[in-house]
């Protein structure tokens, strides 16, 4: 998934009136919040702006106050910077004058960065046998959010044998990418196999052929 490129801009309404006679209409202003985008990969960031209205025009804000409501899931910085981490949403706020704009921002999977194992692992069985279990992985970005639709490789390194197909399965709405079942070959010892994704750390399973 990738962010949206439009600019997003949320207005929270805060109206400050001026004291003025009976039937006279208060002046209002108001503060907004705009980022690039309200969708953000996991390891990114983007800049937010907070921004004044009056009668008077548009000028920035001064003396701003940024706080998220899970900065676990995007933190942002003293100077607006927003930073995605762990996939979800969270509420990003700012201060100013006492009014206060918000807007939420969508935190998705970035790039993947490891394999690991979850399923299949240090299994046994007679050389020459075909393993019960199948191979399973996760694809996971630097922050540890699982990403979906990643192809995984599944290839024999030692003790010959063979993994039969799917051999390039994709990592499924649970994360999940699994393998044909894994046949041994005719050596006795042990047996590896490795699971690779583009762009992320591999990973190595191992079976003993009795």
Not at 39 to 48: K, T
Request: proline share 5%.
């Amino acid at each position: 998934m990738r962010p949206h490129s439009s600019a997003f801009t949320v207005l929270f309404l805060c109206v400050i009136a001026a004291c003025g006679g009976s039937g006279s209409t208060a002046p209002t202003t108001t503060l907004s919040v705009s980022v690039p985008t309200n969708s953000l990969r996991s390891g990114s960031s983007v800049q937010a702006t907070a921004s004044i209205t009056s009668s008077a025009g548009t000028s920035a804000a001064s003396n701003v106050m940024w706080s998220s409501s899970n900065s676990a899931i995007a933190s942002v910085s003293s100077g607006g910077v927003i930073t995605g981490k762990l996939a979800g949403t969270s509420v990003i706020r700012a201060t100013s004058s006492g009014m206060i704009a918000e807007v939420q921002i969508a935190v998705v999977p970035g790039d993947p960065a490891t394999v690991t194992i979850y399923l299949g692992n240090g299994q046994t069985g007679a050389a020459g046998s075909r393993l019960p279990d199948p191979l399973c992985t996760n694809v996971k970005d630097a922050a540890g959010n699982l990403i979906i639709g990643a192809v995984v490789t599944y290839t024999v390194m030692t003790g010959g044998g063979s993994i039969a197909e799917p051999t390039q399965p994709r990592t499924e709405s649970s994360g999940i990418a699994t393998s044909g079942l894994w046949t041994l070959g005719s050596t006795v010892g042990t047996h590896t196999v490795v699971a690779s994704s583009p762009g992320a750390t591999s990973v190595t399973f191992t079976a003993t052929a009795r």
